[in-house]
C-alpha cells in the first residue's frame, strides 16, 4: 500500500477492535424485526429501537447524529449545508426473523475461532458500525473534507425500503453513495425483482394446517403440514418427520436455509412437504392440482420448470424462490421472490407464472423492481475498485448481482462489500438469513480500512 495515509488508518483500525466489537454487540442485542406500526416507530418498535442505539453508538463517537421521525437516522461528520453536495454510506438496523437451527440465543453475539455469530453482523449491523467508525477517523483526524460524510442507518431494508423513499422525499440525496451491505469489491448493477403470492382455491380436503419460512426472501429450513390421514400412507423422504394426535397426523420438514439471491445448496422444506404430499397421493383434485404448481415452483431455483429461465449474459441467470407458506380461510398461500436479469421483465414473468397456474391457482399481490446498472468506468466506481483492489492486494472488478439493496434507490449509488463471494463458511457459521449467521471478524477490519481510505479518495474527485 502506497498510500501514506494508510499508516494512520491502519493505527485506527487496530486501536479500536474491542470497541467495535463491543458495539457490534450491543446493536446486535436489539431485536429489530418488522412490527406493527406506533408513535415515531413507522416500521415497529424493535427497528426504532435498533436506530436508537445506533445513534446512541454514534454520539458517544463524537458525531452529530438526527432522526428523521424514525424513517431513518443518520450520524455525520459535520453540518451540511442547503445545497451543499456531500457523500453517504448507508447500512440498515432491521433485521429478518431469527428463524430456526440456531445454536445460542441469536442475538448475543458469540465469537469463535475468529468469526462473530448472530442476527445482523453481515447484514447488516456489523457494517453498519464500521461506518460509524469511518466516520469517527475522520471527524478525530481534523480531515478537511470537500464533501462532508453522512452514515445513514435504515430500518426497512428487508421488506419495503420505505426509510429511502421517505429519505428521498425530504432531504437532498447524496452526491455519491455506497451502502455495505453485499459483497465486495464494487457491485455495480443488481437485478429486476418480481415478488408476489400463489393462493390456492378453497380447499376442503386433507389439509388442516400448512406453515413455512420466516421471510419472502429466505429459503425456508422448517415447514409443517397438518394432514387427516394417517402417518402409515405419507411416503418418508429425507428432512421428513411425522406424528400423529387425534387422528392427524403433522409432517415436519427441516431444509437448510439461504438468501433468496443466492440459493444455490440450499434446501426448501416447504419442497420436501409438497412433494410428500404429492408422492403420497392422499390429496383430494383440488389440493393436488394447486400442489402441483408449487411443484413446479419449486423444482428448480433458475426457475425453468415455471417457463421463465432467463440469462442476459450481464447478471447471473435468473432465480425464484418459495419463501413462506401459510394456510388462512381454507386456502394456502405461497410467497415467492424472483430476480430476474434484463432480457425479462415483470410482464413476461407474470404471465408465464399465470399460464403455470392455469385454473388451479391465482396470482396475488405483485410487484416488481427494474434492473439497474451503473458503468464501471464511472469516476467513483473506479475509486473504489481500485482502492479495494491496493489494500487487499488482488486485481477485481465490479461485478452485478441478484440481491437487492439500497444503492437502487439513489441516482448513484452502489453496493461495496463487506462479505466475500469466495469466503468458506465454517461449519459453524450460516449466511445472511440463515441461523448462525456468520461474519468474519477480521476481514471486518479490513472492510473499516477500505471505508475510510475509499472516503478520503473520494473527496479528491469531481461529483
Not at 382455491?201 to 419460512?213: E, K, Q, T, Y
Not at 421463465?308 to 381454507?330: H, R, S
Not at 446498472?373 to 466506481?381: G, H, M, Q, R, V
Not at 491496493?390 to 462489500?417: C, D, I, L, W
Amino acid at each position: 500500500m502506497n498510500d501514506p495515509r494508510f499508516a494512520s488508518i491502519d493505527a485506527f483500525a487496530e486501536q479500536n477492535r474491542d470497541a467495535i466489537l463491543r458495539d457490534i454487540t450491543r446493536l446486535v442485542a436489539v431485536p429489530s424485526v418488522e412490527g406493527e406500526p406506533a408513535p415515531g416507530a413507522p416500521f415497529g418498535t424493535g427497528p426504532r429501537a435498533a436506530l436508537d442505539k445506533a445513534l446512541e453508538i454514534a454520539a458517544e463517537l463524537g458525531l452529530d447524529t438526527h432522526n428523521a421521525e424514525g424513517y431513518i437516522g443518520w450520524a455525520e461528520t459535520g453540518p451540511i449545508a442547503e445545497g451543499q453536495k456531500y457523500l453517504a454510506t448507508i447500512t440498515h438496523c432491521d433485521v429478518v426473523p431469527e428463524g430456526n437451527g440456531w445454536d445460542a440465543d441469536p442475538y448475543t453475539v458469540r465469537v469463535r475461532d475468529g468469526w462473530l455469530l448472530g442476527r445482523g453482523v453481515a447484514d447488516d449491523k456489523g457494517p453498519a458500525i464500521l461506518t460509524l467508525y469511518a466516520l469517527k477517523y475522520l471527524k478525530d483526524n481534523g480531515v478537511q473534507l470537500k464533501y462532508p460524510v453522512r452514515a445513514l442507518l435504515g430500518v426497512n431494508e428487508e421488506t419495503r425500503m420505505e426509510d429511502v423513499d421517505y429519505y428521498a422525499e425530504h432531504y437532498e440525496q447524496p452526491a455519491f453513495c455506497f451502502t455495505p451491505d453485499a459483497e465486495f469489491p464494487v457491485c455495480n448493477g443488481e437485478k429486476g425483482g418480481f415478488n408476489g403470492e400463489i393462493v390456492s382455491p378453497v380447499l376442503n380436503g386433507v389439509i388442516r394446517d400448512f406453515a413455512g419460512g420466516v421471510a419472502h426472501n429466505a429459503v425456508p429450513d422448517r415447514a409443517s403440514c397438518v394432514v387427516a390421514v394417517p402417518a402409515a400412507r405419507l411416503k418418508e423422504g429425507t428432512g421428513l418427520t411425522f406424528t400423529e394426535e387425534n387422528g392427524l397426523t403433522t409432517i415436519h420438514a427441516v431444509g437448510k436455509s439461504g438468501h433468496a439471491a443466492t440459493p444455490e445448496g440450499t434446501v426448501n422444506a416447504i419442497s420436501l412437504i409438497v412433494n410428500c404430499l404429492l408422492d403420497s397421493g392422499v390429496c383430494n383434485e383440488t389440493e393436488t392440482a394447486y400442489l402441483q404448481v408449487l411443484a413446479k415452483l419449486h423444482a428448480s431455483t433458475d426457475g425453468s420448470a415455471l417457463g421463465i429461465a432467463a440469462d442476459d449474459g450481464l447478471f447471473t441467470p435468473l432465480t425464484i424462490i418459495g419463501g413462506t407458506i401459510e394456510y388462512k380461510d381454507g386456502c394456502l398461500r405461497q410467497t415467492f421472490d424472483c430476480r430476474y436479469p434484463t432480457n425479462t421483465d415483470a410482464d413476461k414473468l407474470t404471465a408465464a407464472v399465470q399460464a403455470a397456474c392455469g385454473t388451479a391457482a391465482k396470482l396475488e399481490n405483485t410487484t416488481s423492481r427494474v434492473p439497474f446498472y451503473i458503468d464501471a468506468d464511472s469516476p467513483a466506481i473506479q475509486t473504489l475498485i481500485s482502492t479495494y483492489n491496493e489494500v487487499t492486494g488482488e486485481n477485481q472488478k465490479p461485478f452485478t448481482m441478484g440481491g437487492g439493496t439500497y444503492a437502487r434507490h439513489f441516482p448513484y449509488a452502489v453496493s461495496f462489500g463487506p462479505e466475500h463471494a469466495d469466503m468458506v463458511l465454517p461449519e459453524f457459521a450460516g449466511p445472511m438469513h440463515g441461523a448462525n449467521e456468520g461474519a468474519e471478524f477480521e476481514k471486518l477490519i479490513e472492510a473499516l480500512k477500505i471505508y475510510i481510505l475509499a472516503l478520503l479518495r473520494l473527496q479528491e474527485i469531481e461529483l
